[in-house]
């Protein structure tokens, strides 16, 4: 399985973007996707994370209200819509699928992609 990130760049506080996750290759069904973020000089942390079917969605507590993740199993692309954008939002942002339930943990997935670069600036 490959997962391609996009969507990332320079936003202003306040400002918002769209990132997408596509996943290409053996894709094997009913898997959740999650998005991690990595800022400079800081471990990888769980941002957001959804179920296959859609129905049920995580989220770190300083994005809530804030982003909101989503999928379209048809194109095989999460999206994570980012609104109200911090500079501490400023991270290489990371989307990873996996097939285990603990969804906010980084080592129950199997699969990443290469990362986004969002940049906030103040």
């Known amino acids: 399985v490959q997962l391609q990130a996009s969507g990332g760049g320079l936003v202003q506080a306040g400002g918002y973007l769209r990132l997408s996750c596509a996943a290409s290759?053996?894709?094997?069904?009913?898997?959740?996707m999650g998005w991690f973020r990595q800022a400079p000089g800081k471990g990888r942390e769980f941002v957001a994370a959804?179920?296959?079917?859609?129905?049920?969605?995580y989220y770190e507590e300083s994005v809530k209200g804030r982003f909101t993740i989503s999928r379209d199993n048809a194109k095989n692309t999460v999206y994570l819509q980012m609104n109200s954008l911090k500079p501490e939002d400023t991270a290489v942002y990371y989307c990873?699928?996996?097939?285990?339930?603990?969804?906010?943990?980084?080592?129950?997935?199997?699969?990443w992609g290469q990362g986004t670069l969002v940049t906030v600036s103040s």
């Open positions: 990873a699928s996996t097939m285990r339930d603990q969804v906010r943990l980084i080592h129950e997935y199997d699969y």
């Open positions: 290759g053996r894709i094997r069904s009913r898997y959740a």
């Open positions: 959804i179920t296959w079917s859609g129905g049920s969605t």
